[in-house]
């Protein structure tokens, strides 16, 4: 296991709505990455995190958006959810320092219909 | 735009070393390679990472062609529990971010 979590773990929601995601970093490491992993796609990437400023995005829309916190944990945001977003969603934390190797959490399946 | 080209799918026997291609013919100067694999319905997980020269840990060993255009990842004695997709990933040193591609997705038979 890698320390870091994510939650909830599934999520089901309706077109239309809002989703927040939670993560929390491994001690130590004070960047975080989200990816989305389409079913039988490799991931995503969505964003990222250091120091609480958001540093890169992938090509998502100004809908997904985020937070870090000064205990360098993440939220991700959803807003006007479509079925399209339909995934697993995984964030990843690491340090910039070393080998700068990422380490994901179990992920939280969302569901839109 | 994944920038690295892998095969698939791949097979290999429980016991023998599973090697696993990566073609990245337009890698830059301050690109990284990196290995992560994932096991089904789990987060992905670090392998091995390198620049130029051939890396081991105690999980792979990552053998770099000298014009850095191709990788190959070896498990030297494979299990079935490294049944999982492999990804090649590029990473620039300044970036800190990594663009997927599919993976090759290795079958370990017994």
């Known amino acids: 296991e890698t320390g870091v979590t994510q939650s909830p773990t599934h999520l089901i929601k309706t077109r239309g709505q809002q989703v927040t995601l939670r993560c929390s970093s491994q001690?130590?490491?004070?960047?975080v990455s989200w990816y989305q992993q389409a079913l039988g796609q490799g991931p995503q990437f969505i964003f990222q995190?250091?120091?609480?400023?958001?540093?890169g995005r992938g090509n998502f829309p100004p809908r997904f958006s985020g937070l870090q916190f000064p205990n360098y944990s993440s939220e991700l945001n959803v807003n006007a959810l479509e079925l399209d977003d339909s995934a697993l969603y995984l964030c990843?934390?690491?340090?910039?320092?070393?080998?700068?190797?990422?380490?994901f959490g179990p992920g939280t399946r969302l569901t839109v219909t | 735009d994944a920038k690295t080209t892998q095969p698939p799918s791949m097979d290999c026997a429980e016991g023998r070393a599973a090697n696993l291609p990566c073609n990245h013919s337009t890698i830059s100067g301050n690109e990284y390679v990196y290995w992560y694999r994932q096991i089904h319905s789990q987060g992905p997980q670090y392998i091995i990472h390198?620049?130029?020269?051939?890396e081991t840990n105690e999980m792979a060993s990552l053998i770099i062609t000298e014009d850095r255009k191709s990788s190959t990842l070896i498990l030297p004695h494979a299990t079935l529990r490294d049944t999982a997709v492999y990804y090649c990933i590029l990473l620039r040193g300044s970036n800190y971010q990594l663009i997927w591609g599919a993976g090759t997705k290795l079958i370990i038979k017994p």
């Open positions: 995190y250091y120091r609480e400023e958001e540093n």
């Open positions: 001690s130590g490491h004070n960047t």
């Open positions: 990843a934390s690491s340090s910039r320092t070393g080998k700068y190797e990422q380490y």
């Open positions: 390198g620049l130029k020269n051939n």
